[in-house]
């Protein structure tokens, strides 16, 4: 990025682009993404043997950037029958997938099989009976990772912590309940275990929950070795690698999680004497976040007692919920005056009937912001699109994929006849 007057990311004028495609707009740049598979591939792929990264796909997913993973070597991890069949529709090595999620259906499962998902994650103990039920209605053999709660607390926030005691996600480590479901699956001959799953949480700021998860999950892998003879080819240790969560924080290296995470492990395993197990990630938001940005148009601007200033842009939480869901905070420039001095302290509000609808509270930008601007938000990519909702029947915003000064729109902006798309009216109300 660099300013003439205007915000240019990766190559594109940001101004342009807006008036060009429309506000509110998600930009995604290409070369970003890129960027950090790339990073993955060296810090990690190649860096250590016997390892397999997948893109979470929940962070952001079209078919397009199903695209981009694939070209890039990586897998995709999904988690419902929409991110597998977008996946599939893209054309995506499904053998590269792997599917998660507490509460899969029959039929997603079944999906999962016919189109040849790479792994399936169970959750549960009960989820054992439909998996082995959809493997013998497809006539094929799934292969299971299990995913437990290692019983940490992640330091997030409560709503993107996953790998504690409590969590919905996972088999418990307390009782016989995993022993009991190995020992099954060990039995079944339209099942297949490969190993175990943990994801502790999201936007980690520090590598100390992975490395204490490794601890459980080796521990684990020990005593199913002892009691069951179960050996442990796979071990997925999930993603959460966290992004700058405010203005000027530095940007954390995947080596930073990886390097301990993996001198660890092997550590732990030579102590138990076990080989240590193929090792997978799965980053969703450390690849994607700051690869996007968002554009909005300002609208009103109004002082309002107590020196607030209230600048009203044309989205909010249906393009952005993450501020009203968990105060994620978010910064920005004005992208027609980015070389302004930013000094007038104002409070950026979306425009759904809500009074939790800020964007960003208390920030900085141009001090003449006025009614037309271009407001860039940056670190989107990650959790924005994919959580976006048509709340206040708000059609949703349009994608555009740049990369070196080429702008490309990967999903539509929806119209108001999209909107009323799948509705009908019975006879009696017309
Ligand atoms: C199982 C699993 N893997 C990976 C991720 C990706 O997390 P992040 O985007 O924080 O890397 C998630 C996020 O919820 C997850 O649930």
């Not at 996953?162 to 039995?187: E, V």
Request: hydrophobic fraction near 40%; aromatic fraction near 8%.
């Amino acid at each position: 990025m660099s300013s003439r007057e205007h915000l240019v990311f990766d190559g594109c004028d940001t101004v342009e682009l807006a008036n060009t495609f429309g506000t509110p707009l998600y930009v995604l740049s290409e070369t970003a993404i890129r960027e950090r598979c790339h990073e993955v591939k060296e810090d990690f792929l190649h860096k250590y043997p016997n390892t397999k990264a997948v893109y979470a796909s929940k962070a952001f997913l079209t078919m397009a950037m199903a695209k981009i993973i694939a070209s890039e070597g990586l897998g995709l991890d999904v988690v419902s029958g929409g991110e597998i069949y977008t996946a599939y529709r893209a054309g995506f090595p499904m053998e590269r997938t792997v599917f998660h999620g507490n509460n899969k259906t029959l039929e997603e499962l079944q999906l999962a099989l016919e189109t040849g998902v790479g792994r399936i994650v169970a959750d549960s103990e009960s989820e054992i009976d439909i998996i082995e039920e959809a493997a013998r209605r497809r006539g094929k053999k799934a292969i299971l990772l299990l995913r437990v709660a290692p019983g940490v607390d992640a330091e997030t926030h409560k709503y993107i912590a996953t790998g504690h005691t409590t969590s919905k996600f996972g088999f418990s480590l307390a009782g016989d309940t995993l022993l009991r479901t190995i020992r099954r699956i060990m039995a079944s001959d339209l099942l297949e275990l490969k190993g175990f799953h943990s994801h502790v949480g999201s936007q980690l700021q520090s590598n100390r929950s992975h490395v204490l998860a490794v601890d459980a999950l080796v521990n684990e892998m020990n005593l199913m070795f002892k009691q069951l003879g179960f050996v442990t080819e796979e071990l997925n240790i999930g993603g959460g690698f966290g992004v700058p969560q405010h203005q000027g924080d530095t940007r954390t290296t995947l080596k930073y999680f990886i390097d301990p995470i993996m001198s660890h492990v092997t550590t732990e395993c030579e102590k138990a004497g076990l080989v240590r197990p193929m090792i997978i990630i799965e980053p969703g938001r450390w690849i994607v976040s700051e690869a996007g940005i968002t554009l909005y148009r300002v609208g009103s601007i109004k002082d309002v007692p107590g020196g607030i200033t209230y600048v009203g842009v044309d989205g909010g939480m249906t393009d952005n919920p993450r501020p009203a869901l968990y105060g994620a905070q978010y910064w920005g420039v004005v992208a027609n005056k980015a070389d302004e001095p930013a000094e007038k302290k104002v409070t950026v509000v979306g425009k759904c009937c809500e009074s939790g609808d800020v964007l960003m509270r208390e920030v900085f930008v141009a001090n003449t912001i006025s009614r037309d601007d271009i407001l860039a938000v940056f670190n989107t990519g990650a959790y924005n699109f994919s959580m976006a909702s048509n709340y206040n029947r708000i059609p949703r915003a349009a994608v555009v994929l740049v990369r070196n000064g080429e702008s490309h729109v990967i999903v539509n902006r929806q119209s108001y006849d999209d909107l009323l798309l799948g509705e009908g009216i019975p006879q009696h109300l017309l």
